[in-house]
């Protein structure tokens, strides 16, 4: 897998990260333009190639990664009628890192599996910032032989990789973890409210909670805007959010267990999105939820 070159659809917060990572790391790297690209002067300025279409970048790629919104942009990629999947060369490995619907994930690996390639999903966890530092999260489900041969890749823009086994297993993983982590994220934002509104300084609120048993990652990340108004550690989008607990809740209704708690997070969710607050980063909702028409 050594220096093979990597294509990369989606240089967006976190695609941006995993492709100078990439590049740093010595592979020859390329790209598609897109409108919803940040900034990629640095990339083309240590040698990234850009690509203004899809296909062509496709056939140049040996390797390509997909970071895209989720399973809608996936299926238009990989099944629709402008898709890439005719323009790969045999042998290139496709791998998905957005988080998408693990039974789209199937559908769509069997469409590039059937033109002679390869597919592993590679869902990522942790924020913009982990993955500009190279430290992301890998929720990976595919042939172990491939997993094994990609793995000098991922580590270029990984810290931790957890093998959940076939393909779909890490899309899967993913929404587990994206509900126990936006759902934790959402409760305390809703807790914040009520606190404010009953005069608890918020030092104490987020004291106690660190010191007791609310403390965690969510609590992490939501803490600096709950004490200064800071969203840096939690730049994911309330839209955002309701589409991945949208998708939890699709994986529940086809496996057929309880989703009592997640409907009542992806109801926080979808009332902050139909009030108009989709944009905005989840920790603002500390302050959203104090109106009083919740």
Not at 6 to 25: F, L, Y
Not at 74 to 98: H, K, Y
Not at 272 to 285: F, I, K, Q, R, S
């Amino acid at each position: 897998m050594t220096k093979q070159t990597v294509g990369v659809i989606g240089v967006g917060m976190m695609g941006h990260g995993i492709a100078r990572n990439i590049q740093k790391k010595g592979w020859p790297l390329a790209y598609l333009d897109h409108p919803g690209n940040q900034p990629s002067d640095d990339l083309d300025a240590d040698g990234a190639k850009r690509f203004d279409d899809a296909s062509a970048l496709a056939a140049a790629c040996d390797v390509l990664i997909l970071c895209v919104t989720g399973s809608p942009q996936i299926e238009a990629l990989l099944l629709g009628p402008d898709s890439v999947t005719a323009a790969l060369r045999p042998g290139t490995i496709v791998v998905d890192c957005s988080t998408g619907i693990p039974s789209a994930t199937m559908k769509a690996a069997e469409a590039v599996k059937a033109v002679g390639c390869d597919f592993v999903d590679a869902a990522m966890t942790r924020t913009p910032k982990e993955a500009e530092e190279g430290r992301l999260n890998l929720l990976i489900g595919g042939d172990a032989a491939t997993v094994e041969a990609l793995t000098p890749l991922f580590e270029a823009f990984s810290e931790n990789r957890f093998h959940a086994g076939g393909i779909g297993r890490g899309q899967t993983l993913k929404l587990l973890h994206n509900f126990v982590s936006l759902g934790s994220v959402t409760l305390i934002a809703e807790a914040a409210a009520c606190a404010a509104e009953n005069d608890i300084a918020p030092e104490v609120l987020v004291d106690c909670l660190r010191r007791g048993g609310g403390y965690g990652a969510g609590l992490d990340r939501t803490a600096p805007y709950i004490l200064d108004g800071d969203v840096t550690p939690m730049r994911f989008s309330n839209s955002n959010a309701r589409k991945d607990l949208t998708y939890y809740s699709q994986l529940v209704e086809e496996t057929g267990t309880s989703r009592k708690v997640a409907e009542g997070v992806r109801g926080a969710l979808d009332w902050l999105v139909e009030t108009g607050h989709g944009d905005e980063m989840m920790p603002t909702a500390c302050t959203t939820f104090r109106k009083k028409d919740t």
